[in-house]
């Protein structure tokens, strides 16, 4: 279990090779979203492997490492690639960089990641307000003695996503004509794809896109009282609902295809809070 100290211990190192930038903004860019850190105003990238105690980054589209620098006149610190549980890592592992970001100074986080749409009206390359999740593993950040310094032990989960940016990037959203739905994210470990049976049943559950990340940042930043953002690229269709085979290179593809409305719906959000 990682104490108060190791979160310490990581932040100090971050800070030294930041030297006097204090970061406002934590953006978490998920599979073959990392192009928007690129946009980023005198970056400092960061690697994970000079982080003490941070693991590293496997997933395919996943640069692993932080830049930090102004973006939209924000000061953000944008992780090019997270941890996931399927790579072997604890919750608590995956949630670290956002208790760290928080030392740091952070107040808001942006999370992003590509998902398989459930709901039939979805298309791939569509983005999706989150605007709730379920989480059927049991794998939670906060298992284990509580850290009173983050947050207290029994958080609540009302309004996990912040209500006024949901309300700007609906805007944000109809004044650049780009498709946002407003749906349930439903969490599954990975790092298989689900069945057709497990979709059908997401789908009666309520859920509208599944993905394998995203959920231990939400509760850990939850518990720290950040204000959150969280944006789902519809990167595929999920498992039963068209008559092929799933794969990383479509994933990673529409993410490619789809990086103007996601950076203008980013980019304008940041500018205008």
């Not at 994970?48 to 102004?70: D, L, M, Q, W």
């Not at 549980?85 to 760290?100: F, M, N, T």
């Not at 979709?199 to 995203?214: E, K, P, W």
Request: charged share 20%; proline share 6%; with cysteine.
């Amino acid at each position: 279990m990682l104490t108060y100290a190791n979160y310490q211990e990581s932040a100090g190192t971050i800070q030294a090779k930041l030297g006097g930038f204090t970061p406002e903004w934590l953006i978490v860019l998920g599979s073959g979203l990392g192009f928007l850190a690129d946009e980023i105003d005198d970056g400092i990238a960061i690697p994970y492997g000079e982080i003490p105690n941070f693991p590293a980054s496997t997933a395919p589209g996943h640069a692993g490492r932080f830049v930090a620098g102004t973006l939209r006149g924000k000061r953000v610190l944008a992780m090019q690639g997270r941890f996931h549980i399927y790579e072997g890592y604890s919750a608590q592992l995956a949630a670290l960089p956002v208790r760290v970001a928080k030392l740091l100074g952070v107040h808001s986080m942006i999370v992003t990641n590509a998902a398989g749409g459930i709901n039939l009206s979805y298309k791939a390359g569509e983005l999706m307000l989150i605007e709730d999740f379920i989480r059927l593993a049991f794998h939670n950040p906060l298992t284990g003695p509580n850290i009173p310094e983050f947050g207290e032990r029994f958080p609540d989960m009302s309004k996990t996503f912040d209500p006024e940016y949901k309300a700007l990037a609906r805007k944000i959203a109809g004044e650049r004509a780009i498709t946002l739905h407003e749906g349930v994210y439903i969490y599954a470990t990975g790092p298989q794809y689900e069945t057709p049976a497990e979709i059908r049943a997401f789908r009666a559950l309520g859920a509208d896109a599944v993905g394998m990340s995203t959920m231990p940042e939400c509760i850990t930043a939850n518990h720290c009282k950040m204000r959150i953002l969280g944006v789902t690229l519809i990167s595929n269709m999920a498992a039963g609902i068209l008559d092929q085979p799933l794969t990383e290179k479509e994933v990673l593809d529409t993410a490619e295809a789809s990086k103007e409305p996601f950076s203008q719906l980013l980019l304008d959000f940041l500018e205008q809070t």
